[in-house]
């Protein structure tokens, strides 16, 4: 029987997104602080091509438990919308936006994961 | 290490906070937009302004908020000719406060704003997290 990828790829995309999600938390929280800058993190696709299945460490504390593998995922600056005159370059629409792309993301992987799973249990039961 | 879902929450509430503060300095400054000083030439109250700053939480890896310092305004009084009042001075002006009422309306919208914006972050962290809990619930 050929390995089953997908609930590692569904886990390791839910990863990404909570850390998606806490960046936007901090960009939301920050978005009247003088000077802060918007961050996001890196796209998935670059993520998993660093990683590609295998996991393989590219960077310390990779192969070890959930959080550790979070910090992997680097932030970096996104391209902003607006700068206002006291340097931040937070959107609270662009952030919200995201926010909705990451729950409606994650919506899916785990309607995912929970059907293939029940596919699972199906043919352990058959 | 912190789940990161968990972090979210936790900057979520940073920001929060840091808006109620906000939002309690402008009711502050406009409960106060009158008070005079009681002695002659005596200076009124002086409107008060918060600065936020982002904080790298080390335990956490995030930036959370929080307010740097609650500053007074540095613009000047406004003067008003009221000779009988307590705390005019000999020329008979009064020093009145320094609020501008339309500028504190629009910071509390603001705070307002971004207070709802945060508390939309955390629900959508909430519900991300009960997803995850609900997997394992046979459908």
Redesign the interface.
């Known amino acids: 029987m050929t390995a089953i990828y997908l609930f590692n790829v569904v886990s390791r995309h ?2 990404w ?3 998606r ?2 960046t ?3 960009n ?7 000077g ?1 800058k918007a ?1 996001d993190v890196d796209p998935f696709e670059k993520v998993l091509e660093s990683t590609r299945l295998a996991m393989q460490a590219t960077r310390l504390g990779h192969m070890i ?4 593998k ?2 992997a995922i680097e932030a970096r600056k996104s391209e902003p919308w607006e700068t206002s005159h006291s340097g931040n370059s937070v959107s ?1 629409e662009q ?2 936006i995201n ?2 792309d ?2 409606r993301a ?2 899916l992987n ?1 309607g995912i ?2 059907a293939f ?2 596919m699972l ?1 199906a043919s352990a039961k058959a | 290490m912190q789940d990161p879902l968990q972090t979210a929450l936790r900057i979520g509430a940073s920001g929060l906070e840091a808006q109620s503060r906000r939002l309690r300095v402008v009711t502050e400054n406009l409960a106060n937009a009158q008070s005079t000083g009681k002695t002659p030439g005596s200076d009124p109250y002086t409107r008060k302004v918060v600065t936020f700053e982002n904080e790298l939480d080390e335990a956490m890896d995030a930036n959370v908020v929080k307010v740097a310092s609650i500053e007074r305004h540095r613009s000047p009084y406004r003067l008003e000719h009221n000779p009988g009042h307590p705390a005019a001075d000999q020329n008979g002006y009064v020093k009145m406060p320094n609020v501008d009422i339309m500028a504190e309306v629009a910071d509390m919208h603001e705070a307002n704003r971004s207070y709802e914006a945060n508390l939309q972050v955390i629900k959508q962290a909430r519900e991300m997290i009960s997803m995850t809990i609900d997997m394992m619930r046979n459908g």
């Not at chain 1, 438990?65 to 550790?68: F, L, N, R, V, Y």
Request: hydrophobic letters at 45%; zero cysteines; aromatic letters at 4%.
């Open positions: 839910n990863q997104l909570a850390v999600q806490s936007i938390a901090s939301v929280a920050n978005a009247n602080t003088p802060y961050l438990d959930g959080g550790a979070a910090a609270l952030e919200l926010a909705g990451v729950n994650y919506r785990t994961a929970k799973h029940r249990l």
